[in-house]
């Protein structure tokens, strides 16, 4: 039965996906946290692909990184603590220098941003003078000081257009970045990154979802191969298909995209069937509620970013969101 450290209520908001049997393990590291973050005037931002008992249990602000990186800037809390990888943690410290930034795993990392350096992408400006450096948000703090904007999988193409240049260099992704080039008429130079998580869907196991599960609406992630994309009905960031989902409120639907996504977003959207493929991250799940209590407790591990390095990248992050 639901632990009494933690209010009755949050168990309620989880029933559906965690058993009674295993929330005891989960409440008392919840109540902790809870606790903690009114101690430390802590706020908990979390990604959409943090589980369900992070998600909905301990956070205080949920999303995909640029809502994320949006609401970093928004909070009075003097403590951020990220429940994410380490790309997502950086802009909250570009944004809010001020403040303690945590992150509970320093070894949350990505294959994406860990696809390119600021040395790749200095060659690439040589490779290709004065064409504009667009990079996706899942980079490192020191390429984002080397490009001139930076954009997510839900504004890239906004992003891309904003710069009025005929050519653009976008990376890492280069599934995203060819996503992109399907829907515009800018011509995109691509680097050859990929996410481990959705490089593995491929058209054919699309194809079949649609054969076993009669009616079912297809939401692909765009860093997925265009492949894929083309098969899907939607395409969108993590934002972009809980918006869908809450929209259209379809009977059956399966998100192409980490595994957590679906948990969360079922919690919400009782009345629709969620096809659950499970491609997981296993850099998202280094965060779990044992280190974000230990985060906490001893302020670690604290953000930091060399001055130089940060201020060139907060103006590549600033203006993303100026667009
Ligand atoms: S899901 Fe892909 S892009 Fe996101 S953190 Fe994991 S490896 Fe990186």
Known sequence: MPDTITPPSLYDRVRRIIPPVEWPVFAADIGAILALKRARNAVILAHNYQTPEIYHCVADITGDSLALAREAMRTDASTIVLAGVHFMAEPAKLLNPEKTVLIPDQAAGCSLAASITAADVRLLRERYPGVPVVSYVNTSA???AESDICCTSGNAKRVVESLGAASVIMLPDEYLARNVAAETGVEIIAWAGHC????????????????????????????CPPEVVAEADFAGSTAAMADYVGQHRPARVVLVTECSMSDNLALVHPATEFVRPCNLCPHMKRITLANIRRSLETMTHEVAIDRDIAARARRAVERMLAV
């Not at 481990?196 to 860093?223: D, K, M, N, S």
């Open 196 to 223: 481990e998580v959705h490089e593995r869907f491929t058209a054919a196991e699309i194809r079949a979802f649609r054969a076993q599960h009669p009616g079912v609406a297809v939401l692909a992630h765009p860093e």
């Open 142 to 144: 020191e390429v984002k």
